[in-house]
């Protein structure tokens, strides 16, 4: 019997959209909301606009990296949830069927979801042998599941790396913004020896609001990257746990009388 499993590009894509239109929300948020600031609070936006203005061209760059961590923390947290790796309800759909011994039944119901945990019963279940009724070839099984999880894994670890990357990237820029920024003071002082203090504190703050700038955008993007990291090794885990736990119950369920054989109906006290 042949069976399709779900394609993980769909929920990926739906991941994409929903993170898309939350990063559109958060960006044009303070635009719908402008008409209702007050002059102080607009006075003060403008000062923070004219604050981050003064790093230079750098912070053209920096900028494109907020937004990217923006949006990657939204999309990865759309996609790493428990109902999108290993929800109850099919854990015990699956279970259940796996009790009774009915793996196709099983094979069927895992092929409908398209959820980490059913694409991977989905994909090793068929490895199962009934001729081998020690351990109906679990060993087959479990190296079925560690090939999908091995696949499967680089699509969600890939849009986490990105958070590694900019938190390595981003300092970097704030760096080659500081030295631009040093140059351009060394210029001024070059060109009007120290004469100009407004020409040359604008240099300096250039140089340091581009490094405080890649350093407060590398950190969150270094803690997110972790975290995400963390919780994907541990959906992972779950579903795996829950993989070899089906396979304990349907070799116990097969192998039940005669477990149940070895044991006496009672015991004589001496």
Not at 67 to 76: E, S
Not at 88 to 106: K, Y
Not at 193 to 208: R, W
Request: with cysteine; proline share 4%; glycine share 6%.
């Amino acid at each position: 019997m042949t069976t399709q499993s779900v394609s993980p590009e769909k929920p990926f894509l739906t991941g994409f959209i929903q993170a898309a239109v939350c990063l559109g929300s958060v960006l044009f948020a303070p635009v719908l909301l402008a008409q209702d600031t007050t002059e102080e609070a607009a006075k003060s936006s403008q000062s923070f606009l004219d604050l981050l203005l003064q790093g230079g061209w750098a912070m053209i760059p920096l900028g494109l990296c907020s937004i990217a961590i923006v949006f990657l923390a939204v999309f990865n947290f759309i996609q790493l949830k428990k109902s999108k790796f290993c929800p109850a309800d099919l854990e015990a759909s699956l279970m259940d069927n796996m009790r009774n011994c009915m793996v196709r039944s099983t094979i069927e119901v895992a092929s409908t979801s398209p959820t980490f945990l059913g694409r991977m019963m989905a994909y090793s279940l068929p490895a199962i042998d009934a001729t081998k009724t020690d351990d109906l070839g679990r060993e087959s099984v479990e190296d079925k599941m560690a090939d999908f999880t091995m696949k499967e894994n680089r699509p969600y670890m890939n849009w986490i790396t990105y958070l590694s990357i900019i938190a390595q990237v981003a300092p970097m820029l704030g760096l080659l913004g500081t030295v631009s920024g040093m140059i351009r003071a060394f210029g001024v002082l070059a060109s009007t020896g120290g004469t100009d203090p407004q020409k040359l504190s604008g240099a300096i703050s250039e140089a340091l609001i581009t490094t405080a700038t890649g350093l407060a955008i590398a950190i969150p993007a270094l803690a997110l990257f972790f975290f995400f990291r963390n919780k994907l090794s541990a959906l992972v885990a779950d579903c795996h746990s829950s993989g070899e736990e089906m396979l304990d119950v349907a070799v116990a369920s097969v192998h039940g009388d005669q477990l149940m054989a070895k044991v006496p109906e009672g015991l004589s006290v001496q």
